[in-house]
């Protein structure tokens, strides 16, 4: 077995951009997701390390120091963040030329031969669902026995492996959560709109929604789901309460689509009822009141949602497969019953105008969740929107991040500028945050809870800054 370093590494402050995060950039608040991708394959790697760098604080020296005695590094890159990791890559084999470096993630698993080509420092990257691919790699097998690989041979030559099958047997995959208690410090990751500390992971993979935008399952995941048993969850989730304590307060589940089998998610529910534990995850706008009912009832706090849009176009457009009717009755039983959203939506996406902007605007004010968040229509190679933009002429760059790390829009449309769709975060942050209806309701929070109050107020600096810099972004495009 080769000494093998997985690594998510250095950025700049406040990228988001690790494995679990599904827009690569600096959110309105210091946002950090556990890096489940890399976890995943370092727990089948016995005697690996696991390092996530940006919310460690670690820079490309702290991480030389490391890197020095290994064999293998295999490093999650994104497509904003790629020209940042091949610089920590160049480091590393600079230090140490007989080192093996490869990458991971969407960005390399649908452009392998391009990534090989522009990056020469580069030994591989793994295509597709790689977790096997980094086992194989790490027990040394010769590289053209290696199915979902793509690498440079002796000669320099780029060769690519036959693709590796879809994981379906989930239950056989290990927990990453020991990887997180032995590598993590649970202390570092922030969401703001789950309690601190969390703790995030996957059940399983793939998403049947074919939404045009939606990154993983159309370049990693794909749109069957394939998913532990609520066995095999139940027993991670013991174990989970074994390894943390009391001191993780809020379990995420990070699934793309947790309750599309409500009868599994309502199995889980009652596993993490029995141990007592506050958890959330990922749902769809068009859960039922009685499903809902009996997963609040079994410890669910909070639901994940996008939203996407206020104009039934626009989601007509992107696939999403939800009528606005069915997502707003959604939020009233979830109002009803007391289960917190964060709402998420897009602006920019295909079909968008000022008008539509408005039309979101209303609908994210009228249905009301907790809290926000706003992207901006992000074109993933790999993704139909990409193709999209592509086929139509819509980009006008294609950088998915300023320098700053804050998010950037590639596209315009004839009757939509890029700085109107900037224009379009800040407009809806703006006018859904400044109304008593969305502030009590946060005070209410910060009152009960000296640590919310903290974190709060820390946030709430974060986000007037956050705005700042798009009211000047806004004013330079002008």
């Keep these: 077995m ?4 997985f690594l998510s590494p250095p950025s700049f402050d406040g990228f988001d951009g690790g494995a679990g995060s599904r827009y690569q950039a600096k959110r309105e608040i210091t946002s950090f997701w556990y890096p489940t991708w890399l976890a995943q394959p370092a727990a089948l790697v016995p005697g690996s390390k696991l390092i996530d760098a940006p919310p460690h604080h670690q820079s490309v020296e702290d991480v030389l120091k490391i890197a020095k005695d290994y064999e293998l590094v295999i490093m999650h890159t994104s497509t904003p963040s790629l020209t940042n990791d091949v610089k920590c890559a160049e480091a590393i084999k600079a230090q140490n030329p007989q080192t093996q470096v490869g990458f991971i993630g969407a960005h390399v698993a649908v452009l392998p031969e391009q990534t090989l080509q522009d990056n020469p420092i580069l030994d591989f990257v793994c295509r597709n669902e790689f977790d096997y691919t980094c086992k194989e790699l790490a027990e040394g097998k010769p590289f053209e026995d290696i199915k979902g690989l793509s690498y440079r041979d002796k000669q320099g030559k780029i060769q690519h492996t036959p693709e590796r099958d879809l994981i379906h047997d989930w239950d056989a995959m290990p927990s990453v959560l020991p990887v997180y208690a032995e590598h993590l410090d649970i202390e570092k990751y922030f969401i703001g709109y789950l309690l601190h500390p969390y703790v995030s992971l996957y059940t399983g993979r793939g998403c049947p929604a074919k939404c045009s935008f939606c990154l993983w399952p159309q370049t990693i995941g794909g749109h069957q789901y394939r998913a532990k048993s609520p066995e095999a969850v139940g027993r991670d989730m013991a174990e989970a309460k074994s ?10 589940f990070d699934d793309d689509t947790f309750t599309i089998d409500k009868q599994r998610a309502i199995a889980i529910s009652e596993h993490l009822k029995r141990l007592n534990l506050t958890w959330s995850c990922n749902a769809r706008a068009n859960l039922d009141y009685e499903t809902l009912k009996q997963l609040k009832n079994n410890g669910l706090r909070l639901l994940l949602v996008g939203f996407e849009s206020g104009n039934q176009q626009v989601l ?18 979830c109002h009803k019953l007391g289960i917190k959203v964060h709402g998420t939506f897009i602006i920019g996406l ?16 009228e249905l009301s969740p907790h809290t926000i968040q706003v992207s901006i229509a992000a074109p993933y190679p790999g993704t139909e929107l990409y193709r999209q933009a592509q086929e139509n002429g819509w980009f006008t760059n294609k950088d998915l991040v300023a320098n700053s790390g804050i998010q950037l829009s590639p596209l315009e449309y004839p009757d939509l500028s890029s700085a109107d769709i900037e224009a379009g975060v800040e407009r809806l942050y703006r006018s859904f945050y400044f109304r008593p209806r969305a502030i009590i309701p946060i005070v209410q929070e910060m009152l009960g809870d000296s640590q919310m ?7 709430g600096k974060e986000f007037f800054a956050y705005l700042k810099e798009r009211s000047s972004r806004a004013v330079a495009k002008v």
């Design 2 to 5: 080769k000494k093998t370093l």
């Design 243 to 252: 390894l943390f304590g009391d001191k993780v307060r809020e379990y995420m």
């Design 316 to 333: 007509d457009g992107i696939r999403k497969g939800i009528k606005l009717e069915v997502a707003k009755k959604f939020m009233q039983n």
């Design 350 to 365: 295909p079909n968008e105008t000022q008008e539509t902007i408005d039309e979101t605007i209303r609908f994210a004010c």
């Design 453 to 459: 109050l903290r974190r709060r107020l820390r946030e």
